[in-house]
């Protein structure tokens, strides 16, 4: 059975799945809005992600695009950095909400490229990708989910990824790391987690069906139409990923002084 617990930028859900019996009967699937970003802006979360949870297998990522109104003069990374620089504090960004991976991924942009750039947070996708094809807003940063079809389309432009490596979809697209950025890496990434303190026998089980699941070519077709790019990981890689993550994270919070709206 799947049960939708929203609200609270998945914290509701999250907290409930870290109070579970850890039975193997309740499991959550979500991202790094659970695991990395919702920690490094808020210290009164139910859950903590590395001693609340363990888990099953990373999925894999959705790659942020930085996108703009077509009529935007910048063309490159390069063109709009130099933009910004020459009318500081006139640029505005769009984001999908405050604390999203777009808001991070912004957020880390600016800091990296020094730019003075106004963060403009709407609440979702659709309403930030309707003002900048209207020219209201000139840049956003949003999944590749909702910015391929409109880019294919033409009623957007793709200037960069934020991911290491580039999008069969967006052909000719550079990532940010190859436009000057080299540690220039966010993406949306998904885990599957159980509460923490599995039994053995138990966790060795479902270890074993998400591995046997992911490498069915069925399953990966399904992912990728749903907008994933499939990089399955083992469990061992979920600790590592997420103290480099929350690290970085946290950085950014600090240095871009967010604070809870």
């Given at each position: 059975m799947v049960e939708n617990k929203a609200g609270a930028g998945t914290a509701i859900g999250a907290g409930l799945?870290?109070?579970?019996?850890?039975?193997?009967?309740?499991?959550?699937?979500?991202?790094?809005?659970?695991?990395?970003?919702?920690?490094?802006?808020?210290?009164?979360?139910?859950?903590?992600?590395?001693?609340?949870?363990?888990?099953?297998?990373?999925?894999?990522e959705s790659p942020l695009v930085l996108i703009a109104n077509p009529k935007f003069p910048a063309n490159s990374v390069k063109e709009?950095?130099?933009?910004?620089?020459?009318?500081?504090?006139?640029?505005s960004y769009a984001s999908f909400g405050f604390g999203t991976t777009s808001h991070f991924a912004g957020?880390?942009?600016?800091?990296?490229?020094?730019?003075?750039?106004?963060?403009?947070?709407?609440?979702?996708?659709?309403p930030a990708m309707k003002d900048l094809m209207g020219g209201q807003v000139p840049i956003a940063f949003d999944t590749n989910v909702a910015s391929v079809p409109q880019v294919q389309s033409g009623r957007i432009k793709a200037l960069a990824l934020t991911s290491t490596y580039r999008v069969e979809a967006l052909p000719g697209v550079p990532t940010l790391a190859e436009s000057g950025f080299?540690?220039?890496?966010?993406?949306?990434?998904?885990?599957?987690?159980?509460?923490?303190?599995?039994?053995?026998?138990?966790?060795?089980?479902l270890v074993k069906a998400m591995a046997d699941a992911m490498a069915k070519p069925e399953m990966k077709a399904d992912l990728e139409r749903a907008g994933l790019i499939v990089r399955f990981q083992p469990p061992s890689a979920y600790d590592a990923r997420v103290k480099s993550e929350l690290q970085m994270m946290r950085t950014i919070v600090q240095k871009a002084h967010m604070a809870n709206p």
């Open positions: 799945v870290a109070r579970a019996q850890p039975d193997g009967y309740t499991l959550l699937v979500s991202g790094n809005t659970t695991y990395t970003l919702n920690p490094a802006l808020k210290t009164n979360l139910p859950y903590d992600p590395l001693t609340s949870f363990e888990s099953l297998g990373i999925l894999g709009l950095i130099a933009q910004a620089k020459s009318e500081p504090g006139k640029l957020e880390m942009f600016k800091a990296m490229a020094g730019l003075d750039i106004v963060h403009i947070p709407y609440t979702g996708s659709a080299p540690d220039f890496d966010l993406t949306a990434w998904i885990s599957v987690v159980a509460p923490r303190g599995l039994p053995e026998p138990v966790r060795a089980v």
